[in-house]
């Protein structure tokens, strides 16, 4: 029996009739890919605040390469996506992980068989998926070679495994010659306190083949560009490309497309209006529809979307966002207590006073200048008033989403707010949309 075939091998999550926008970084990782085979791609690093769509791109891109290319042409480039897990794992089980996830794709890829990795096959029944697959394409060596590394690393019968599994990719291209593109999702996970082994030292020489190139990305930018851009470990072996919010335009065409998708009545006037609340961040143009889908049912005035911002910042797709955000901070910060959680009024005086101006947006920006706070950046701020058109430009620019702080009073009082989990060190709790996100 044929096995059901999908048109994409990692899932985007962004129904077609929503996605918006965002073709010249689809374009810019697409061609920058099939460059390889010719030599003339650099590793890059896609560098944007947190729910820009970055995912979403790499994912798009992938699935592109995959079915768009014929693989028996010479100068075709094996497309690969990997996504480093958040989860606490042995250096063996990492390198296992990763090595079978480059198998899946460099032999579903050649065979023309998406299921492989879409089954996500693993361990036995890989390798006899593998076996199956072997006269579908006129393998080189390099195959018996991965199985290879693959059996001493399940053995444990190598010094560095995680070293054996990054550099793979990079080997096959340059014995086989042949051209692979490695998409990396969630960087900062290289750098979880429960590792005990270093994925970015063995990243170094990896990342550094032409016909190997590695896009990364992430949603810890500072982790990212510490780790790259900065001093690092791989400074100097990347280019940077930075994701910004949607623009006005992109981002009112985005509004009108979910809304027309989750049945939401909206006039033609408040689409910009959505696109500016929310800073041009897709995440949150579509939460703010979404919650209208689940509530009003309409999108009629400004106030409406005051209520919908309350309502999901107290409860809905916004809240659950930042509360993953904040828990996983937490996490990081070693259960320390982030002490700037507090009331926005005042963490907003002490930024305008230290800014030396007011309306400015509160957020984790002090944290991260201590030094101890979230690694991320603010995409959230509740504003004391509404803000001045300057304020608005700012928010804008910097892609967060703006409440205005009475209307949300109100509602969160009428609503109950449901409060983000209690911290260990003191029994305070935090409000969402008070707290400044970042993982
Ligand atoms: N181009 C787009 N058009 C429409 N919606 C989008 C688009 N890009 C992203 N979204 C919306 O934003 C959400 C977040 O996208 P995605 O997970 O790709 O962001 P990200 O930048 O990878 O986030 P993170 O920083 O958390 O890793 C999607 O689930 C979708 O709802
Ligand atoms: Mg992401």
């Known amino acids: 029996m044929n096995p059901p075939q999908t048109d994409w091998i990692v899932e985007p999550i962004v129904p077609e009739p929503i996605y918006t926008d965002r073709q010249e970084f689809l374009d810019f990782f697409y061609k920058a890919a099939l460059n390889a085979a010719r030599r003339l791609t650099q590793s890059t690093v896609m560098l944007g605040q947190r729910r820009m769509g970055k995912t979403e791109i790499f994912k798009r891109v992938v699935n592109r390469l995959f079915f768009e290319q014929d693989p028996a042409a010479p100068e075709a480039v094996v497309p690969v996506y990997f996504s480093f897990p958040a989860k606490q794992m ?3 089980r990492f390198a296992v992980d990763y090595l079978e996830n480059f198998i899946r794709h460099y032999v579903g890829f050649y065979s023309r068989r998406p299921d492989m990795i879409v089954k996500m096959l693993a361990g036995e029944t890989l390798l006899i998926a593998v076996e199956k697959a072997r006269p ?5 060596k390099t195959l018996d070679w991965m199985l290879e590394w693959l059996d001493s690393v399940v053995r444990e019968d190598c010094v560095f495994p995680s070293r054996m599994a990054i550099e793979a990719p990079r080997r096959v291209a340059a014995i086989d010659d042949a051209a692979i593109a490695v998409f990396l999702d969630e960087f900062q996970n290289t750098r979880l306190p429960q590792y005990d ?3 970015v030292g063995f990243m170094q020489e990896a ?3 032409p016909t190997c190139p590695h896009f990364v990305t992430g949603s810890a930018m500072s982790m990212l560009s510490r780790e790259i851009i ?3 470990a791989l400074f100097g072996r990347f280019r940077g490309m930075d994701i910004k919010p949607m623009t006005g335009y992109w ?3 985005m509004a009108r497309k979910a809304a027309a998708y989750g049945g939401v009545e909206m006039p033609e006037l408040m689409a910009p209006v959505v696109a500016d609340r929310c800073g041009g961040n897709p995440f949150y143009i579509r939460a703010v529809v979404n919650q ?5 049912g309409a999108i009629p005035d400004e106030e409406a979307i005051n209520r919908l911002l309350a309502v999901d910042l107290s409860s809905g797709f916004i809240w659950g966002e930042l509360h993953d955000q904040v828990m996983r901070w937490i996490e990081r910060a070693g259960r320390r207590r982030p002490h700037a959680m507090g009331v926005p009024e005042q963490m907003a005086k002490r930024q305008a006073r230290r800014r030396g101006r007011a309306g400015t947006p509160a957020g984790a920006g002090p944290m991260d200048q201590r030094g101890h706070g979230p690694p991320g950046n603010p995409n959230v701020a509740v504003f004391p008033r509404r803000p001045d058109r300057r304020g608005r430009k700012k928010a804008r620019e910097k892609g967060i989403l703006w409440s205005d702080r009475k209307d949300l009073d109100a509602l969160l009082e009428h609503l109950g707010p449901r409060p983000l989990p209690k911290l260990d060190d003191g029994g305070e709790t935090a409000s969402p949309g008070i707290a400044g996100p970042g993982k």
């Not at 579908?136 to 080189?140: A, K, R, S, V, Y």
């Not at 209208?292 to 009003?296: C, E, I, M």
């Open 136 to 140: 579908l394409f006129p393998f080189t």
């Open 207 to 209: 990342v550094e083949s």
């Open 251 to 253: 981002g009112a065409e």
């Open 292 to 296: 209208a889908a689940l509530t009003l």
């Open 90 to 92: 042995s250096e063996t």
């Open 197 to 199: 082994f270093d994925i």
């Open 230 to 232: 900065g001093r690092g």
